[in-house]
C-alpha cells in the first residue's frame, strides 16, 4: 500500500533577486530537499505521535469532562443528595479514565512524552489504589459523600489539563487555557489529596470490622496483621505524593512562566 500523499501549506515571499519559500510542517521525519532548475522538491513524512496523543488526549477529556458537567448538574439539580450515589453513577466512566491513564505512565517509560515517570507512576497507582481498593473494594464506602468530593477534584484538575495537551498536538496555545492548566492544580491538587486522606480513614474503621485484607502470619508468630496497619501507613505516603508530584507541576509552572525580576531603584 502506498504511503498517503498530503500538500503541506507553503509560503512565499520575494526581495529583488532573492525567493523565501517555508513549508508548514512540524515534527516530520526523514525530510528530503532538492532543488532543480526550477523546481523545489520537498518529501518527508509526518509522525503519527502527535495524532496518537491527540486521540488519547480527546478520550480522557471526554470522559472527565461528561463527570465533571454530570456531577455539577446532578448537585444544582438534588443538592447534597447527589454525593451520596456519586459511585453508582459515575464509576464505569472513572474506572475507564483511570485505568487508560495508565498510557501516560508507559508513553514517559518509552519515550514518547518527555514527563518524568515518578510523578506519573504516582498518580496513577495512588489513584487507583482508592478507586479500587477504598471505592470499589468496599460497599460501605460507596455511598458516602467523600466519594464526590475525590471524583469531583480529579475531573477538575483534568478537564483543563488535557485539552491544554490537545492544543499542544496541533501546534495551537490559548492562554486563557494555559494558565488554567498550569494554575487550576494549586488549590485543587492539595484538596484532591485531603479528600482522598478522608477516604482512606473513613474506610479504617470498615475494613477492621470486616477484617477484609488482613491476615495472620505463620507459626510460630501467629499475629494477626490488620490491613489498616498499611493504611495508615498510606496516609503517610499520600502525602510524600501530593509533595512529589507538588514539586514537579511547580516547576513545569515556574518554567512557563518564570518569576518576574523585581526593579532595583
Known sequence: MENQVLTPHVYWAQRHRELYLRVELSDVQNPVISITENVLHFKALISLKKGYLFMYNLV?????????????????????????????????????????????????????????????????????????IIFGNVEEMQNKAVVFFVFYLWSTIEIFRYPFYILYCIDMDWKVLTWLRYTVWIPTYPLGCLAEVVAVIQSIPIF??????????????????????????????????????????????????????????
Open 208 to 265: 477492621n470490622e470486616t477484617g477484609r485484607f488482613s491476615f495472620t502470619l505463620p507459626y510460630p508468630v501467629k499475629i494477626k496483621v490488620r490491613f489498616s496497619f498499611f493504611l495508615q501507613i498510606y496516609i503517610i505516603v499520600i502525602f510524600l505524593g501530593l509533595y512529589i508530584n507538588f514539586r514537579h507541576l511547580y516547576k513545569q509552572r515556574r518554567r512557563r512562566y518564570g518569576q518576574k525580576k523585581k526593579k532595583i531603584h
Open 60 to 132: 480522557q477529556f471526554l470522559g472527565f469532562s461528561w463527570m465533571f458537567v454530570n456531577m455539577t448538574v446532578r448537585f444544582f439539580i438534588l443538592g447534597k443528595e447527589s454525593f451520596y450515589d456519586t459511585f453508582h453513577t459515575m464509576a464505569d466512566v472513572m474506572y475507564f479514565s483511570q485505568m487508560l491513564a495508565v498510557v501516560e505512565t508507559i508513553n514517559a517509560v518509552i519515550g514518547v512524552t518527555s514527563s518524568p515517570v515518578i510523578p506519573s507512576l504516582v498518580q496513577f497507582l495512588g489513584r487507583n489504589f482508592i478507586l479500587f
